[in-house]
């Protein structure tokens, strides 16, 4: 008899790759995204400039995200083939028996039981992890695509959706970064550490302490893959291959849609160190330059054509409650003048602030020319009211 200790096969060579994978750019994901969620930590601070700037930051976080759905997509499609290739028996679904085994945990753990309770293939707190997990990538996946996709997705949910989205994103990736250090590194790592993921096998021994019953059901032959027939294989197999293919196809166009639907997220924040400016050029608003009076007659006073002109085009702004104090109400406040002063000087058009203000067609409304030319001989020829 040998002395090696008698090893099981725990998790196939697949599984440990998807679980590096995953852990690879779960690391990323976090590592990328809670700069974002506090960017004025120091830490945060290094982290973006250790990465260029935020917009590398965030093609790797994208880039990460990327690698977590097609690994989910994977996730699936292997679940799929062990269901409905191998028909093994569905080991990750939680049952009653989880809920009864947590209360003994807690109990024995408080000592107040004796026995710790015998668990199966996947412990209830294995189960609740994956869970959790499912949870996570479902919250991180709908809010990601709300975040990358605001447009399109706000065709059909109200603009409220996107800083929802993006509270719930990060409130989520605290609870799934704290879940994985304080939660999984403490079991599989610090409680006792867990080898099996990595190495793909586990030792009899401990195979007994943790997974009594798989143990029992592999010794007795029920454990594991229930179709083993060759043939019966064969034509599961030819069944389940062009049903993956097409779900295959369809989550990848689905991959494919989330990150190419449109560009916002990604370009939203042009990068810093291109010379497009990171908002539209300043075009100057164009001033409205206003109608020609109609209908001036008779002598050019201020009750025949400046009062019509600017009760039409200036009171909205110069009327009660003046800007600049300048009220154009009436021929007296118009004479007053502004808080710098009068604005018409009678026989000098050309120092009236008035004319000097209105001539550059840069104020919030401009007379126009025709108008203005008026307004130049009204002053000239004495400023009369009536
Ligand atoms: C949309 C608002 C708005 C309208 C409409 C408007 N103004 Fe003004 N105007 C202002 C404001 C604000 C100030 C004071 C602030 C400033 O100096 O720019 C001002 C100041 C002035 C001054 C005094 C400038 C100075 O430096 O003291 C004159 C003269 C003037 N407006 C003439 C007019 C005339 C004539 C019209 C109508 C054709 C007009 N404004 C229509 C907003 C308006």
Redesign the pocket.
């Known amino acids: 008899m040998s002395n090696k200790p008698v090893s099981y096969q725990r998790f196939p060579l697949a599984r440990r790759i998807e679980h590096i994978v995953m852990l690879l750019s779960f690391s990323t994901l976090g590592l990328t995204g809670l700069p974002q969620k506090f960017p004025t930590s120091s830490i945060s601070i290094f982290i973006v400039n250790s990465f260029g700037n935020i917009e590398n930051l965030r093609l790797v976080h994208h880039f990460a995200a990327i690698v977590l759905m097609l690994g989910t997509g994977w996730h699936i499609l292997v679940a799929g083939y062990k269901i409905f290739v191998n028909k093994e028996p569905l080991s990750m679904l939680p049952g009653i028996k989880d809920a009864t085994d947590g209360i003994q945990v807690i109990l024995y753990n408080l000592g107040l039981r004796k026995k710790y309770p015998q668990m199966g293939r996947y412990t209830f707190e294995e189960k609740l992890e994956y869970w959790a997990f499912v949870w996570g990538a479902i919250v991180m996946g709908l809010t990601g695509f709300l975040m990358w996709n605001p447009i399109m997705s706000l065709k059909i949910l109200p603009g409220e959706a996107i800083p929802a989205a993006k509270a719930a994103h990060g409130g989520e990736a605290l609870l799934a970064v704290g879940a994985i250090i304080i939660w999984h590194m403490y079991s599989v790592h610090l409680k006792k550490f867990n080898k099996s993921m990595f190495t793909g096998k586990i030792e009899e021994e401990e195979m007994l302490h943790e997974h009594p019953i798989e143990l029992a059901d592999l010794k007795a032959g029920i454990a594991g893959p229930r179709v083993t027939d060759p043939k019966e294989l064969r034509r599961r197999k030819l069944i389940y291959y062009p049903i993956a293919s097409v779900l295959a196809i369809i989550m990848l166009g689905g991959v494919y849609g989330f990150v190419n639907l449109e560009n916002t997220a990604v370009t939203t924040i042009p990068p810093v160190s291109s010379p497009i400016p990171a908002y539209l050029p300043q075009t100057p608003t164009p001033f409205p330059t206003?109608p020609a009076l109609k209908d001036v007659s008779g002598e050019l006073t201020w009750d025949n054509f400046m009062r019509p002109?600017?009760s039409q085009?200036?009171l909205?702004?110069?009327g009660t409650r003046p800007?600049?104090d300048?009220s154009?109400l009436n021929y007296d406040d118009a004479m007053r003048g502004?808080?710098?002063g009068p604005?018409i000087l009678p026989g000098n058009s050309a120092e009236s602030?008035?004319v000097i203000?209105?001539s550059d067609g840069k104020?919030?409304?401009?007379?126009n020319s025709s108008d203005l030319e008026k307004v130049i001989q009204w002053i000239d020829e004495g400023a009369k009211e009536k």
């Open positions: 206003l002109l600017v085009n200036c909205e702004c110069h800007y600049g300048l154009l502004s808080n710098r604005i602030l008035l203000v209105q104020h919030y409304a401009s007379i």
